[in-house]
């Protein structure tokens, strides 16, 4: 079965300081893969999604950015922290099954807060 | 773009029904999703419908009617822990079929 996992769980960083969130995802290949970012009692604002290695659409102009080293590696990163860059931060995948339903799988969630 | 609309809050009591709307605005409308999501916890999925009608999910049923936008996600013998956050989500080939997520209902189930 599929599991994704994301680390770390909860982190606080200082203003200014780097971030570097990681995702990976174990029993599927080429996933779809996403970030996600929940502020305190809102929606899921899409970051970033991913169709294969390398391949990055953003969807947010902001001081963050994305990567995927590897078919299953998704990681969000950032050179400088914002304290509007708090909040959850969700990795998601979904299958590329061609039913367009595109059903996400989260991950448990990484916990950011920049003071 | 897309855009959802859903009720902000809603309550009720223990073994009852209750429905939440949502309706939307998007370009080349696929399908409309339901997700659940506890406090502090990741959202889960709950329902998919792509053509009119009703889907049943054991005590979930979700509707969707495509010419009026309009989606209901319909929660039957509400249970405490049925407290949670629900969010409908639209896929879209105007969104490239990735889901784009309405603010979420707060429901908060009553002994």
């Known amino acids: 079965s599929q599991t994704i996992h994301q680390w770390p769980a909860t982190l606080v960083q200082p203003v200014g300081s780097p971030l570097s969130l990681e995702c990976t995802v174990e029993g599927t290949s080429n996933p779809n893969l996403y970030w996600y970012r929940q502020a305190a009692g809102r929606g899921l604002q899409l970051l970033f999604y991913?169709?294969?290695?390398?391949?990055i659409s953003s969807e947010v102009p902001q001081n963050l950015s994305a990567s995927r080293p590897q078919d299953r590696q998704f990681i969000l990163s950032s050179k400088k922290l914002l304290l509007s860059d708090s909040g959850f931060y969700l990795c998601?995948?979904?299958?590329?099954?061609?039913?367009?339903?595109?059903?996400?799988?989260f991950g448990a969630g990484s916990r950011l807060t920049v003071l | 773009g897309q855009s959802l609309e859903q009720p902000s809050e809603v309550t009720a009591v223990e073994g009852a029904i209750v429905q939440i709307n949502c309706t939307y605005q998007t370009s080349g409308f696929y399908g409309l999703s339901w997700y659940q999501q506890h406090d502090g916890g990741a959202p889960t999925f709950l329902s998919y419908n792509a053509l009119d009608g009703l889907e049943e999910t054991g005590r979930f049923s979700s509707f969707l009617s495509r010419s009026d936008s309009y989606g209901y996600l319909l929660l039957q013998e509400l249970q405490m822990k049925d407290s949670a956050s629900y969010f409908c989500a639209v896929t879209a080939s105007g969104g490239s079929y990735i889901p784009t997520f309405g603010r979420g209902t707060s429901l908060i189930v009553h002994p």
């Open positions: 998601a995948w979904s299958p590329v099954d061609g039913s367009g339903a595109n059903v996400l799988t």
């Open positions: 991913s169709i294969g290695i390398g391949q």
